[in-house]
DNA sequence: TCAAAAGTGTTAATCCTACACCCATGG
DNA sequence: CCATGGGTGTAGGATTAACACTTTTGA
């Protein structure tokens, strides 16, 4: 044993989003950066954090700080993974836990944007600062598998969407296209959505129907 | 914010091995657990764990304890999960980041076992210190998972072994019997196993083939 | 009436499972 | 030569991927 302080503990968050690209009617997986404002460090990109509070949880903790720092409210929040390499802080030791949350894409655009947060494309990220590269690498990665099996997708849609619109979502997350005819009848045969019975007016071509997310366990927790 | 301590940090491991069950050709499950020496929950199981020194990485401690408390070296050793609710301690606030680890049968047996320290079928457990019901109850779910699309089971076993022993530790993982064919072939297909070439002499019956598993990637770590 | 997306149908390839069957060994 | 686990073969069902085809709308 040592006698140097005892490691300090952090909460940081990976936040995904889908953004409108700019003059293009698709749209990109995306996530929001604050800029460094003190050493070490100082000016880079880095994923949203702090200090664990004595009286709060984990999670309350990534949810807080998610608020405080982008004013977003995740549909979907999950702890990814504990970093704690010596190394990882150049100043003093600090054992991260992140976690991952989806925000939805109406959301998004309403999130609290000034001059040191910023979204950024998933494949077009700066360099960042720490280990956060590798921790965002880590989330692209749980996030791409989890997408295959479970119904998380649907955290980044408004309540009512298309099927087209849902497909749009796994294809930015996947990063290739799928066919509609076969995604359609995977979606059906999972029991995840249901239609509304509603269809969406004013598209150019023939009106979609509408679904819903089936209400069913929690997806937001 | 408030002026309470900062929470402690401390590193617990689940240990998964296999044990002979008496009188009996199967294998079970297992896990060692350390009785509590102190308040609270004097005198109840609990997972080895204890506080992460300065210098040390997460991973490190997790090995450094698990050799401290019952003289193992797992084959393999990943992070779970990192638990923090306010109340899981009722005395101080603990985070606690949990790894797993799997050990060779034949090293299990070596364990250094004292009074202190005993090994319990995975199905049969007592009622535990903390939280650590739960977090058992999560390793399980992670290792039942991972044995169906990673060759983890191998970390089980010796260096040389039969279809018969690969397909035992599935079994005894996943709790129901497989079939032996469509288990050879579905493990052959993996290409994760090599035969060694030779056979194992002295069974009963028709000499099994030896296989090993195929160097790739780590499996230690 | 045309272009394009919505939605349905069909087929072939692949994978999985159950189970029949032969092989090799110790007793 | 028999019981038993080792090991191979195979047929049917389920799942998947590719793509042709029909429907419905706005322009």
Redesign the interface.
Known sequence: ??S??????AVSTVIFGLRAIERSEHVVLSLPLVKRVREPYLGRWALPGGP???????REAARRNLRATTGLDPKHLE?L??F???ERSPVD?V?S?VYWALVRTDEADRARIGENVRWFAADALPQLAFDHDEIVGWALKRLRNKVEYTRIAHALLADEFTLADLREVHEAILGRRLDPANFRRRIEATGTVEATGRHLEGGRHRPPALYRSTAQKELLL
Chains 1, 2 share one sequence.
């Open positions: 044993m040592s140097d302080p005892a490691p300090a503990i664990l509070a004595a009286t709060e949880s984990l702890q993974y504990t704690g390499a010596v030791r054992v836990i």
